[in-house]
């Protein structure tokens, strides 16, 4: 079976910079693309990130270009997302997901972890 | 950007009721969609991609249809687990969520 377990989630000031990360198992991490989805508290969801299966493509919301950046360590099965210049809009619960490819759509998702950006 | 909105933003109904939502693109995405069903506090989960094409496991009272710019996801007969937010998603350029529609019960 697919898993994907967020964590990294936590309580941060505005400014901050945090890191999550994705323990993917069931299936050959480094065939597929893998994405960040967040869902802010009462909200609908908002893609992030992308990463292509090689890590060679990677793909950035407007809102978070130049401040998040996405990668992945196929050998450890581990898909991270670095987040930097954090404000209170960034706070939500940030899911990661499998993708079939580059460009597509997601099959598989995580239980997400919260991000929660206050002072 | 291609721009996805979703109607209606709530739909109240009945167990058995026939339920559309309907899910517009501001350009033409092809057949290039997904719709997900998600209940409070869990992930969202894959029913449908490439606009009509079922996922396994999921129940065969779901169903999708559209192409280009207009799409729906129907319920045919709708039970008590379907009560949830739904959403759809485009995957032609770089990936977007319509708003969401929440199906709640009447």
């Known amino acids: 079976d697919v898993h994907l377990v967020e964590s990294g989630g936590n309580l941060i000031q505005p400014g901050g910079s945090l890191r999550l990360s994705c323990a993917a198992s069931g299936f050959p991490f480094s065939n597929y693309a893998m994405s960040w989805v967040r869902q802010a508290p009462g909200k609908g969801l908002e893609w992030v990130s992308t990463?292509?299966?090689?890590?060679?493509?990677?793909f950035h919301a407007d809102s978070v270009k130049g401040r998040f950046t996405i990668s992945r360590h196929n050998s450890k099965n581990t898909l991270y997302l670095q987040m930097s210049s954090l404000s209170a809009e960034d706070t939500a619960v940030y899911y990661c997901?499998?993708?079939?490819?580059?460009?597509?759509?997601?099959?598989?998702w995580g239980q997400g972890t919260l991000v929660t950006v206050s002072s | 950007d291609i721009q996805m909105t979703q109607s209606p933003s709530t739909l109240s109904a009945s167990v058995g009721d026939r339920v559309t939502i309907t899910c517009r693109a501001s350009d033409s995405i092809s057949t290039w969609l997904a719709w997900y069903q998600q209940k409070p506090g869990k992930a969202p989960k894959l029913l449908i991609q490439k606009a009509s094409s079922l996922e396994s496991r999921v129940p065969s009272r779901f169903s999708g249809s559209g192409s280009g710019t207009e799409f729906t996801l129907t319920i045919s007969s709708l039970q008590p687990d379907d009560f949830a937010t739904y959403y759809c998603?485009?995957?032609?350029?770089?990936?977007?969520f319509g708003q969401g529609t929440k199906v709640e019960i009447k």
């Open positions: 998603q485009q995957y032609n350029s770089y990936w977007m």
């Open positions: 997901a499998k993708g079939m490819t580059a460009l597509s759509y997601f099959d598989y």
């Open positions: 990463i292509s299966d090689s890590g060679f493509s990677t």
